[in-house]
């Protein structure tokens, strides 16, 4: 090691097998900060912003539901917006209205409208098996279909089981820019990295998904070859159509890929802007630019579903659904959903600060409390 440096303290790998950043007495730090803290990130701001006034729905705010989900220590804040309005806004004393959050996996709503894009253009086939679109690609995923990866309904050699130090998915934060390797080592790029997971028998013969989200990284690779380098305009034009106000960070592979798996970071407010574009998509207006059918299909898809205590939520085309909202949870404490019907936006921040950084019955909790804003806001007609 030369003279006067040491490995970068937020990104060197501790106790538990993580960064400082994620380590629970960091964590709140790390995931108010995380777009400042990544290896490597990009950053997009829109030309044109999405303006949204104030109108406090008193009933939303009057709500047990939304007193439990900012009555916790965990949370950093909750935004919901509908056409042009916030009708409900709540931030922690510690996290600023203009404030950055990791979104973790909701992310990968990012990714849903890039394949679906691409879908529509005729340049991606769900039926094809994966190899039609990387040759090379490593057992864990040769013979799967990519509908199946779309859905997480994909059996191989990835784990994600945040409560297991050597779990596959924290080999996988070098490749998405989070961490570094060990004793300096090489950065293992994202392509080498889904590239090495291995597998047998790929088929999912159970009911509900296997979560994976190496899958992401995956259809990275294949959006990316089907057009080279043309990520960072697709996440411009997610930017521009969402109006985003402050700005979208997203971390980024060794090779410059960004991470929709995981590593997009936004405001509160943002990220309800972002679901306001996913409103529009799905709703019966014309939407030009996206896949609208591909998104409107997803609330009727026969999809499986996740593992209980969420078991009446289902994942299709890297989103979750009950049938009526469309969203996705991310890790540490994240949500966003999304009404497909009212067009109500909520969008909910918070950060776990036990071992795993994850637990299954608070985010049932957490989708238990938004869906209930939801039929509150969809009663008023």
């Known amino acids: 090691m030369s003279a006067g440096r040491i490995p970068n303290p937020d990104l060197a790998v501790g106790a538990g097998n993580k960064q400082r950043w994620n380590q629970p007495e960091y964590r709140r730090h790390g995931f108010h900060n995380a777009h400042r803290l990544f290896r490597r990130a990009y950053m997009v701001r829109a030309r044109r912003q999405l303006v949204l006034e104030p109108a406090e729905n008193t009933a939303l705010a009057a709500l047990p539901q939304v007193a439990t989900l900012t009555a916790r220590k965990e949370f950093s804040a909750l935004v919901c917006a509908r056409g042009n309005q916030i009708v409900l806004a709540r931030h922690a004393d510690d996290f600023a209205p203009d404030q950055p959050h990791s979104m973790q996996s909701v992310s990968k709503l990012m990714m849903h409208l890039i394949a679906g894009r691409m879908i529509g253009e005729g340049l991606l086939d769900p039926a094809r098996p994966v190899e039609a679109y990387i040759p090379d690609i490593g057992a864990g995923y040769r013979g799967a279909r990519v509908q199946d990866v779309l859905d997480m309904n994909v059996i191989n050699d990835f784990s994600e089981d945040y409560a297991d130090p050597n779990a596959s998915c924290y080999t996988e934060e070098i490749a998405l820019g989070w961490r570094l390797p060990p004793d300096g080592a090489p950065e293992t790029e994202m392509g080498a990295f889904v590239r090495s997971i291995g597998g047998a028998d790929l088929n999912n013969r159970a009911s ?174």
């Open 208 to 381: 509900v998904i296997n979560y994976c989200s190496a899958n992401t990284d995956l259809l990275t690779l294949i959006c990316d070859g089907l057009r080279p380098g043309g990520l960072n305009a697709q996440i411009d034009a997610i930017a521009e159509a969402a109006g985003i106000a402050d700005a979208l960070h997203i971390s980024l592979s060794p090779e410059g890929l960004p991470a929709f798996s995981g590593g997009a970071c936004m405001t509160a407010r943002d990220l309800a802007r972002f679901g306001l574009l996913l409103a529009r998509i799905a709703g019966p207006a014309p939407c030009p630019g996206w896949n609208q059918p591909f998104i409107q299909a997803v609330p009727g898809r026969d999809a499986k579903t996740l593992a209980p205590p969420r078991d009446h939520v289902r994942y299709a085309d890297q989103m979750m659904t009950n049938g009526r909202w469309i969203g996705h949870a991310g890790y540490g404490g994240q949500f966003l959903m999304v009404d497909t019907v009212t067009g109500l936006s909520c969008a909910y921040f918070s950060v776990l600060e036990n071992a795993a950084g994850y637990c299954e019955d608070y985010m049932a909790e957490t989708v238990d409390c938004l869906e209930a804003v939801l039929t509150r806001f969809a009663l008023q007609g």
